[in-house]
């Protein structure tokens, strides 16, 4: 799925409809006022303030009709350039015009862009004419804050988006409608994997089928580091206030984490594993032998989010991060970040994920360290992507404070981009917390630090693999691998129980449908659960002792010996296909 924002071309014919669609609300509600119109990855929104009506799908119609009119009449769109004085008469009568005029500088340049009767503060570029944009779809409306915040008036945000030409219009709506159907909340609860309560909001409940999934996804992740010489802890929940001081958190991230007093001291649930990662470093004296240590934890952290940007797993305010902290000398970061490199992509492999890699530099302003110190980690960190065969696009400025980093940006199979995992230099922690070392020489030095996750958040990583494979997962992930149906329960339940007992004696998870129902009936359950194999037992399976199966995605039935099944089940598996 395309980013519209990072197309040029599209991005400015995105906006260009924005402004369109503002038109035609303005001819059609004389009343409405405009906030902002952004592009947004997705398309293009505008927020609006309607007074008391409230847009549904039906007015969106409407003003689709009255965008069709705007592109016939072909309104050229111009760029005019104001000085403050104007700005403000012109938009004298709109106060959200006026805001943001006022929060303007004196010295700034202020254009705007007209089109027949309707103009707008914009810093542009646009298309020259209206009929460059007759490609487009209304998708939604929706609330919004005027400038985000609560406090504020809710205002309307309509969204779509806008195409060169009708194949491409066309092609984006039909992807749209394909997410819709594997949308991870829908399908979540449909396959029975978790649930949210009006009881905890951004609190997730994973069921049993999504518990067998999160299990499989964490023995995984346990599996994999245990090669690449991981060792393993966990580290309390809820931590003092005097941690969270030396960490920084309490002056930079309070507002985001959940206080609580013990014994009339305050104590803060944990937003990061990092700070209780250092104290298992400081536990015990380390030399530069025991280097490079690579620590994993897979941590449970809450954070504070604004209930609106609750989203299903997407967004929630407890969740698991797939955390390591990666202890070094100097001498050894390039070679342990070609290692993470090629770990992250034989973990991401397995799920057939692609991704690409972005490079985040120093911050223009509030950084730590120095400059020079700031160039040479990011000149490894590139060198290191290089070397270990891979590219890295540079976005500048996006580091975090306390190092650059390297952030992977995986696709799923809908070409959608999801940011996932990351490696970060940390030049903060071990100076915060006196992390020290002793060198070949007798000296104490400091270590270099890397955090680095994969999965970024377990709880995330699953709502994408929803909808990566649409529910239907591959085997060795899949909660139910193997349904059991007996074709009349009379005469074939006794060999169909047998059947599910030997498959569950070896691991493998059967689940055996002895309901009084049509084969036809279960057969079409068993394909809306998205089981990867359904077992047919009839008389002639009786009589043979053998099983039929179907495969998910499959119309044919073979028959095989139960071994032979188990053997093809297991090779599945075990390669985690």
């Not at 609006?48 to 705007?70: A, P, Q, R």
């Not at 005027?146 to 806008?162: E, T, W």
């Not at 393993?232 to 960490?247: A, D, G, H, N, R």
């Not at 990351?422 to 270099?448: H, V, W």
Request: with cysteine; hydrophobic share 35%.
């Amino acid at each position: 799925m395309i980013n519209i924002k990072e197309d040029e071309k599209l991005s400015v014919l995105n906006h260009s409809c924005a402004h369109m669609m503002a038109q035609a609300i303005k001819r059609l509600y004389p009343n409405a006022l405009f906030w902002v119109g952004p592009t947004i990855e997705e398309g293009f929104y505008y927020d609006i303030d309607l007074g008391d009506k409230v847009l549904s799908m039906d007015d969106l119609e409407l003003i689709e009709k009255e965008m069709k009119k705007i592109v016939k009449e072909d309104k050229l769109i111009k760029r005019e350039e104001l000085t403050k004085e104007e700005a403000l008469e012109m938009f004298k009568e709109d106060p959200y015009k006026i805001d943001l005029i006022n929060n303007m500088d004196e010295d700034t340049l202020i254009t705007c862009y007209r089109q027949g009767e309707f103009v707008d503060l914009c810093r542009g570029p646009h298309v020259a004419k209206t009929k460059l944009l007759k490609h487009y779809k209304l998708l939604k409306v929706s609330g919004a804050y005027f400038k985000g915040d609560s406090k504020n008036k809710m205002l309307q945000r309509v969204y779509g988006v806008c195409f060169e030409n009708e194949e491409d219009l066309q092609n984006h709506l039909n992807m749209l409608e394909e997410a819709k159907k594997r949308d991870h909340k829908k399908l979540g609860k449909e396959l029975e994997l978790f649930m949210m309560s009006e009881y905890g909001p951004g609190f997730p409940f994973f069921l049993p089928k999504g518990m067998i999934l999160r299990n499989e996804l964490e023995n995984f992740w346990y599996q994999e580091h245990t090669k690449e010489n991981y060792l393993f802890i966990k580290t309390p929940i809820m931590l003092s206030k005097e941690l969270w001081e030396v960490s920084g958190h309490w002056s930079n991230y309070r507002e985001n984490m959940y206080i609580s007093n013990i014994d009339d001291k305050e104590f803060a649930i944990k937003p990061m594993n990092c700070p209780g990662g250092m104290l298992v470093y400081k536990n015990g004296l380390h030399s530069y032998k025991d280097l490079p240590l690579r620590v994993g934890e897979l941590g449970q952290v809450h954070r504070h989010e604004a209930s609106g940007a609750l989203n299903g797993l997407f967004r929630v305010r407890t969740f698991t991060q797939d955390d390591a902290h990666i202890f070094m000398t100097e001498e050894q970061i390039e070679s342990e970040i070609i290692s993470l490199i090629n770990f992250i992509d034989r973990m991401y492999g397995i799920f057939g994920l692609t991704y690409d890699i972005e490079l985040s530099t120093r911050p223009e302003e509030k950084y730590i360290g120095s400059i020079e110190v700031w160039d040479r980690a990011e000149k490894t960190l590139e060198e290191a992507c290089a070397k270990a065969g891979r590219t890295c696009k540079i976005n500048p400025g996006d580091g975090a404070f306390y190092g650059p980093k390297l952030d992977f940006h995986i696709k799923d199979s809908l070409g959608r981009v999801w940011q996932c995992g990351t490696i970060q230099l940390d030049m903060n922690l071990p100076e915060r917390f006196d992390l020290t070392y002793i060198a070949s020489d007798g000296s104490k030095k400091r270590p270099i630090m890397l955090h680095r996750v994969i999965y970024g958040s377990i709880e995330r990583f699953i709502g994408i693999l929803i909808e990566h494979y649409a529910g239907a997962f591959p085997l060795w992930l899949s909660p139910v691998q193997v349904n059991v149906i007996p074709v009349n329960n009379e005469y074939h339940l006794e060999y169909a129980k047998e059947v599910y007992e030997k498959l569950k004696d070896l691991n493998i998870r059967v689940e055996l449908d002895d309901r009084e129902e049509k084969l036809g009936y279960k057969m079409r359950e068993s394909v809306m659960k998205k089981n990867p194999y359904a077992l047919i037992i009839g008389q002639k399976e009786v009589d043979n002792k053998n099983i039929s199966y179907r495969k998910r995605g499959s119309e044919e039935t073979v028959t095989v010996s139960i071994d032979e099944f188990i053997n093809i089940v297991n090779s599945e598996i075990n390669n985690k296909i």
